[in-house]
């Protein structure tokens, strides 16, 4: 069976998209020209269900692009929890802004325009739960960083590891990009500071914990 007819089986046997994703979703797919990077209502609905589970006080995304996928985790997040969202387009910022001020979470999400590094080396926090998803030449930096800003415990979700099945069908990268996934996935293999495991859900999610 194709991949799609299972993707819309799942979709119509899970909770529903709600109508402010939806429209997110609908005008990303419109302006964006890279709208296939939106997380989507499958992806989303795993985030949200993993921040449930966690009730972040505090979370970390790098890669806010339209603000899918912060909507999403912010769901999960505590009380009087926050969510800083890092994105180095800032041609995006308004885009994302004007749905997070929509949902019930706009006071919760602090938007973070400029380079990852060097915005993770001004965060003073400490952090339940985190989203990579950012420049994928950078994720083994900002893995690294990342990592020393998590409580033990922590959840880290990295995505787009299987890199449209490149990590497996290439002998060596093509390019930066599939390069720094390829490092990436062995980086994270021999890191003995957490426990992780690969979820084959849409181009690959890699769910790692703080030891």
Known sequence: MHNQQIEDYILKHIDSEDPLLTELNRETHVKQLRARMVSGPL????????SKLITPKRILEIGTFTGYSALCLAKGLAADGQLDTIEINDELESFAKKYFLRSPHAHQIQQHI???????????????????????RQYVNDYDKVLQLMRPGGVILADNVL?????????????????????????????????????????????????
């Open 43 to 50: 992806q989303g609905k795993i985030l949200e269900m993993i």
């Open 163 to 211: 890199w449209s099945g490149k990590v497996v069908e290439l002998s060596s990268p093509d390019n930066d990009y599939t390069k720094g996934i390829m490092e990436f996935n062995e980086f994270v293999k021999n890191d003995k500071r957490v426990e992780k495991v690969i979820l084959p859900l849409r181009d690959g999610l890699t769910l790692i914990r703080k030891i």
């Open 114 to 136: 400029g380079n990852a590094t060097a915005i993770l080396a001004t965060l003073d926090k400490e952090y339940d739960l985190a989203f990579i998803d950012g420049d994928k």
